[in-house]
Structures are given as structure tokens and as C-alpha cells.
């Protein structure tokens, strides 16, 4: 273990992160010379490659002769980490697996919103942090002045900052020393409660990420943090209480190599033949069990060791599941896994997924909902984080209410779909949870407008609410304070970071956000200024369900929830822009939004009508104005009819 370094690659998105892993891989030996060829090797997605975004952590194992130190080679075991605020759940995810970070940040572009988040995840997690600087090469790099500012906003030593390119290549082989002095080697684990019982496996491995293949099933990446598992091993899953075999084991470079062992401190993958990502629960904790005659002799012992401890505290009238439950049963199915669990500490895993934005997805017109339904299931094996649930739109017929971690990845979702899979599909507007108390005392999650209760049945309300962190240029300050009063923002921090940016701090409804306030940002910064945002609880809020109404029919796919006060603002916006989008008809088309009974915007759009004041091509009547009167009046009656 003293020769293993495991350690994730964090920075803000397009800081180069997947360029410095390929080009780290390419020092050591692990591509090969078709791979060479292809940039963004770990990005393995076709969305991936199209947007120049990292969007699913990655993993890739390498061997590292530290010449300049011992001379002894190194097991390196990298995790290329998403950049974007969405993906924030992939970063905590890798760091479990991981004692240290390399640090990325653009010599051009400086501290970023994203940049901080990232650096405080690392240090929450007691990682090791390396500071790097890349893109030097560029004509308008500046690193002393980055180091500057990495000096002011987090305390690092400017001398401790490494320089590279990773487009080029320079500075690459400066990097590896540093990892290996740096990073500290994984630290041997041992369980407390196993310790009385060396018949027992001294196994166990923290599973942190896995990908569904259509040939063999599920394929778990875990951290071993006692012990070491071999291919034929039988294993248990302490929360799911799964038991699979040990097909195969291997480390990833990044193909995935077979090595018939993994020990104590490395990063690996197994495959157990499990049919869905949903059975592997990450932060989930693996752990043997044995087998045959062994495991009943280990049963025997514990069923004494229990005995012995009830006699001990008889007074308390404490028994326990090994001494009154099965005792091994030859070491087959849930017998064998109850007995052993019960001595089996887990390991503490990480926050489980939270959808922070929901969309319904339906089918369009070119494709069926069965079609849909099977894109649905295969692209969800390779995307746990998806909440999926069926639902029946009045307007646009069955479909799927589904949760995602933003709106990235909602829209990366949606070109999966119909990259991938060939669905062709129509997303409504992303809303966010809201939560209801009603008269009676409970208490309602909203993840929709259809789930909206009775008004007279709601004693309170509250919307979600997020702690945006927006750095920008000085002379964009204005422009930003303006805008952020405008989406209710509250300001709790204002910090100038340098002479000419600032970082700006505040509290804002979660429905604002994930809107259009990413663009609104941009354009209003001319692209110079970058957000990163945090879930910040609950606040009570004066929340209504605005319907929309064609010729009197609600359209539920079109309703919202809003504050009350701006309802009507929302509303004459809406109908104005279906007034644009809806065609002409035979008959007259009356656009409404509405709260309850109370119609807050209206807009019409007029039928089509026949010009019975022009017959082959000349106007009728001249320039009496009772004939064209008469001609009209008929017209009009005959409409009436």
C-alpha cells in the first residue's frame, strides 16, 4: 500500500482536465498508438466528445518509476472528475476512492466559481490538494498572477504550484514526482468487530461508481479498504443484501484489465453478473462471505461467541441475530449472508443523489411511447441518478416525470435519448420540488404543477431555495447586483478576490436559477463570469398554479407554479408567445392564464375569413362604404349559422 497513490483531477469545466489525464496516460505507456490519435480518451460518450464536456467521472490505473525519488514504480489510479455544477454528485462520489486532488486552474482564466466549490469538497473530505497551472502556453496566460489569487482566495504557497500544458506536453513529467511525495499512500483499515474472529473474511470495499453492459451486466468500480478479493470470491452487499460471485477482477488503464486479484488500497472493478444499476447501491459496502464447511465452523463460533455474551448480560436481555437465527446453511444464499453481515461494520458512504429539477418527457408524433419506454430502461441502466415515473398528460398523452441532478443534465439526457437510442422526444419546462403543508398537518412534496393540492386545502407553502456564488469582473458589477435583486436574490457575501474581480454571494429561489439564469449570466458578463450554486433549504413562499387555457380547456403541460406576484407578469408573457407559435385556424383561437377563476392574461387569435370585398382581383362597391357594409354584415351572418 506505501506504492499506491489514488487522487481525482478537480477544476472549474474547461479548465483541461480530460486533455492533462490523456496526456498523463500517454506519459506512462497506457495508450496506444490508435488511442493516441483520438483526444479526450476517458470521455467515452458521443455527448461528451460533441459538447467538450466531461460528463461521467472516469477511472484509469497507470504504473509510475519514481526515478528522481526511490526508484521504485508506483501504482497510480487516476479519476478524471466532471467540471460542471450539475455534475457535482460524480466529484463527491470520486473522492471517496481518492486520499488526494490535483487542483486545475487556467493561467488565462484564473479562480472560478466552480474552482472554490471543488477545492472546499476536497478539503471537507480531508484530501490532499496539489495545485496545478495549465494552459501556460497560451499567448494571454498570466500564472503569476494566478498564483496570486491562489495565494489570497485559498492560502497556497506559490512555490507548491506546478506549470504544465497539457496540450503540449510541457510540464507533464513534472507532475508525477509531485503526486507521489504529495498524495499520501491509503491507510490499512481494520474492522473492530472481526477482530475476535480470524476464521472471518477481513474483507470489505467501498463501491462508488458502476455502468451497465449488455453482455455482463453491471460492472461495480470499488475502493478496497480491507483485505483483497480474488475472481470466484462470494460477496455480499451490506445495504442492498445482494449476494453475487466474484466472476472477474481487474483494474482499469483505461480498458479494463483482468488481473484475478484486487488488495488492500487499490481501485478496481468486478463483475458479479447483477442485471440493474439500481441493485448496486453506491456507498455501498461489499464485504465475503464464505463458503462450504468453513463458513459453518465460523457460524458455530459465532453462535458460541453470542451465547457467551448473552450469559454474560443476561440481566439485560440482549440476544442477537446470530445466536437465535440460522448459523451458516453451507455457506448458500441469504442464511450465509444474515450470519455475516451481523459482523460486518459498514463503511460510511457518501450523500446519496437528489433530483433538484424535474421534466416531464414524452413521446412526439414520430415516435410511439413503447419506443420511448425501452430508450427510457436501457439509458437509465448507465444513469442511476434518474428519478423515472410514469405519467398521463391530457395534452400530450403518456409519458415519463423524471428528476435530474440541473438542467445540464437534463439536456445531456435528452441527446442521449435520441443520440443513443434513436427516441424522438418532447421535454416540458423544468420545475423544481416544492413542499406543501396542508390544514391537516401533513406535509405534501410538489415535484409538478399536476401535483399541485386545492388551494383551500394549502395552510402553507415553500419553494427551494440555493447559495449561488458568482465571480465576474468588476466593471460587470452593476449589471450583476441589478439582476440578482431582480430573481429575488438576497446578498449575504461580497469579496473582491482581486483589484478587478469579485465574488458575489447570494441566496435566490431555486426556480430562478434553473430557468435561463446560466445565459442571462453570460450574456449579461460577456461570457467573463462563472456560477457554481449549492442546495440551501426550504422557504415559506406565496406560492399559485397558473393554468393556461386554450379556448377554455386547461393545458396541464403548460401550467406553472409561481409566486403570486408575479403570475400575471409570467402569464401575459406565456400566452403572448403561444399567440406567436399557434396557427390560424377555421375558427377563432382564445388563449387565457389563469389562477383559479381569475384570468390574469388574455389573447386572441382571429379565424380565417373569406374577402367577399374583392371579386377577381376588384374591390366590390368602389368607394361606397353601404354596399361593403352590407357584404360584411352577411358574411358575419353567416358565420353566426
Known amino acids: 500500500m506505501e506504492r499506491i497513490r489514488n487522487f481525482s483531477i478537480i477544476a472549474h469545466i474547461d479548465h483541461g482536465k480530460s486533455t492533462l489525464a490523456d496526456r498523463m496516460l500517454q506519459a506512462t505507456g497506457n495508450l496506444s498508438y490508435k488511442q493516441q490519435q483520438v483526444d479526450q480518451v476517458l ?54 476512492a481518492c486520499q488526494g486532488a490535483l487542483l486545475l486552474v487556467d493561467s488565462s482564466q ?47 504557497d506559490p512555490d507548491d504550484v506546478l506549470e504544465c500544458s497539457a496540450k503540449s506536453g510541457l510540464g507533464i513529467h513534472e507532475i508525477f514526482p509531485a503526486i507521489v511525495e504529495r498524495v499520501p499512500p491509503p491507510v490499512a483499515v481494520s474492522d473492530p468487530i472481526l477482530e475476535p474472529f480470524p476464521q472471518l473474511p477481513d474483507f470489505r470495499a467501498l463501491l462508488f461508481d458502476s455502468w451497465f453492459d449488455v453482455h455482463r451486466g453491471v460492472i461495480c468500480l470499488i475502493s478496497i479498504v480491507q483485505g483483497e478479493l480474488r475472481a470466484g470470491d462470494r460477496i455480499g452487499i451490506y445495504h442492498s443484501g445482494g449476494v453475487y460471485d466474484a466472476q472477474e477482477v481487474g483494474i482499469v488503464t483505461p480498458t479494463m484489465q483482468s488481473t484475478g486479484v484486487l488488495r488492500a488500497g487499490e481501485v478496481g472493478y468486478v463483475v458479479t453478473g447483477m442485471r440493474s444499476v439500481r441493485d448496486a447501491r453506491l456507498g455501498d459496502t461489499f464485504f465475503k462471505i464464505g463458503r462450504g464447511s468453513g463458513h459453518s465452523q465460523v457460524g458455530s463460533l459465532l453462535q458460541k461467541k453470542d451465547a457467551t455474551d448473552a450469559n ?211 450574456t449579461s458578463t460577456s461570457g467573463f ?23 377554455g380547456e386547461p393545458v396541464d403541460a403548460l401550467s406553472v407554479i409561481c409566486h403570486k406576484d408575479k403570475a400575471q407578469g409570467i402569464g401575459r408573457s406565456l400566452a403572448g408567445r403561444l399567440k406567436q407559435k399557434i396557427k390560424r385556424h377555421q375558427f377563432e383561437v382564445v388563449i387565457q392564464a389563469a389562477v383559479g377563476q381569475k384570468i390574469l392574461a388574455r389573447e386572441r387569435i382571429p379565424p380565417f375569413r373569406k374577402d367577399v370585398l374583392s371579386r377577381s382581383g376588384k374591390t366590390v362597391g368602389g368607394g361606397d362604404m353601404s354596399r361593403k357594409r352590407k357584404l360584411l354584415e352577411k358574411q358575419k351572418a353567416g358565420k353566426r349559422r
Open 312 to 522: 454474560n448480560k443476561s440481566s439485560s436481555k440482549v440476544t442477537t441475530a446470530g445466536a437465535s437465527g440460522p448459523a451458516g446453511g453451507g455457506g448458500k444464499g441469504k442464511m450465509a449472508f444474515m450470519t455475516t453481515k451481523q459482523y460486518v461494520t459498514p463503511l460510511p458512504g457518501f450523500r446519496a443523489a437528489k433530483s433538484m429539477v424535474f421534466a416531464g418527457i414524452y413521446p412526439s408524433a414520430d415516435s410511439s411511447f413503447d419506443e420511448l419506454s425501452e430508450a427510457m430502461d436501457k439509458l437509465t441502466l448507465n444513469d442511476a441518478s434518474v428519478q423515472v415515473a410514469r405519467e398521463n398528460s391530457t395534452a400530450l398523452g403518456l409519458g415519463f416525470r423524471c428528476g435530474f441532478l440541473g438542467v445540464l443534465h437534463m439536456d445531456v439526457f435528452r441527446q442521449r435519448l435520441e443520440q443513443e437510442h434513436g427516441a424522438s422526444v418532447v421535454v416540458t419546462a423544468p420545475t423544481v420540488p416544492y413542499k406543501a403543508v396542508m390544514r391537516s398537518g401533513e406535509e405534501v412534496d410538489i415535484q409538478g404543477p399536476a401535483e399541485f393540492p386545492d388551494p383551500t386545502r394549502i395552510k402553507s407553502a415553500s419553494e427551494p431555495l440555493v447559495r449561488v456564488n458568482i465571480m465576474c469582473p468588476t466593471e460587470y458589477l452593476g449589471v450583476m447586483l441589478d439582476m440578482l435583486d431582480k430573481r429575488d436574490g438576497k446578498q449575504e457575501d461580497m469579496t473582491y478576490v482581486t483589484t478587478d474581480r469579485v465574488m458575489l454571494k447570494y441566496l435566490m429561489p431555486m426556480a430562478e436559477v434553473v430557468a435561463d439564469f446560466y445565459n442571462q449570466v453570460k
Open 529 to 551: 463570469a462563472s456560477l457554481d450554486y449549492e442546495e440551501a433549504g426550504y422557504r415559506e413562499a406565496p406560492l399559485v398554479l397558473m393554468e393556461i387555457r386554450v379556448n
Open 43 to 96: 470521455d467515452q460518450l458521443e455527448v461528451e466528445r460533441e459538447r467538450g464536456i466531461t460528463v461521467k467521472a472516469q477511472t484509469a490505473s497507470s504504473l509510475y518509476r519514481h526515478v528522481e525519488g526511490d526508484g521504485q514504480v508506483y501504482l497510480l489510479n487516476l479519476i478524471d472528475t466532471p467540471g460542471h455544477v450539475d455534475f457535482s454528485y460524480e466529484v463527491s462520489r470520486s473522492f471517496s
Open 110 to 156: 484564473g479562480v472560478q466559481a466552480q474552482t472554490i466549490a471543488t477545492y472546499d469538497m476536497a478539503r471537507e473530505a480531508g484530501l490532499e490538494i496539489v495545485p496545478v497551472l495549465t494552459k501556460i502556453d497560451m499567448d494571454h496566460a498570466d500564472p503569476e498572477a494566478v498564483k496570486e489569487e491562489l495565494m489570497g482566495v485559498f492560502e497556497i
